[in-house]
């Protein structure tokens, strides 16, 4: 998944990151590449956390969702890439059957986005079940 995320500094303190996307979720670093490097990290925690609670994973919104809330005026935006078929414990193995040129579309589409097919497949079900999930909770 990619989360986009603000950067802000402040004088005599390190860089903080935020996550709008995640309330809570945040980290710091003495440098840019720190900072972004942290939340990654940070990033996957939360997930981790919030998967073993049952939770729903929230489907990142894009920069400009988030570009007019004042919380974030003076922060410079970065998209991060978490890939959260690591979370949650050990990987099993599946079989499954799909069309050819579905299969086709979505390494295609995998590969230009860096990312592995499980990585891609693990993605689209959980943002899949958030849009569900909010759909009903929205009725």
């Known amino acids: 998944m990619r989360y986009p995320v603000v950067i802000h500094k402040d004088p005599e303190s390190e860089y903080g990151v935020t996550?709008?996307?995640?309330?809570?979720?945040f980290?710091?670093?003495?440098?840019?590449?720190?900072?972004?490097?942290?939340?990654?990290?940070a990033i996957e925690c939360h997930l981790e956390g919030m998967m073993m609670e049952g939770d729903p994973i929230p489907?990142?919104?894009?920069?400009?969702?988030?570009?007019?809330?004042?919380?974030?005026?003076?922060?410079?935006?970065?998209?991060?890439a978490v890939?959260?078929?690591?979370?949650?414990?050990k990987a099993r193995r599946v079989n499954i059957t799909m069309p050819e040129r579905v299969l086709s579309?979505?390494?295609?589409?995998?590969?230009?986005?860096?990312?592995?097919?499980?990585?891609?497949?693990?993605?689209?079900?959980?943002e899949y079940i958030a849009t569900r999930q909010e759909t009903v909770s929205e009725k």
Not at 66 to 71: M, S, T
Request: net charge negative.
């Open 27 to 41: 980290s710091a670093g003495e440098t840019v590449d720190n900072a972004l490097e942290g939340v990654i990290e």
């Open 105 to 126: 579309l979505m390494d295609r589409y995998a590969t230009e986005h860096g990312e592995t097919r499980s990585g891609f497949i693990t993605q689209a079900t959980i």
């Open 83 to 89: 890939d959260i078929s690591k979370l949650s414990g």
């Open 59 to 80: 489907t990142p919104r894009p920069v400009e969702y988030h570009r007019n809330n004042p919380d974030y005026t003076d922060g410079v935006w970065a998209v991060v």
């Open 19 to 25: 996550v709008p996307d995640l309330p809570g979720c």
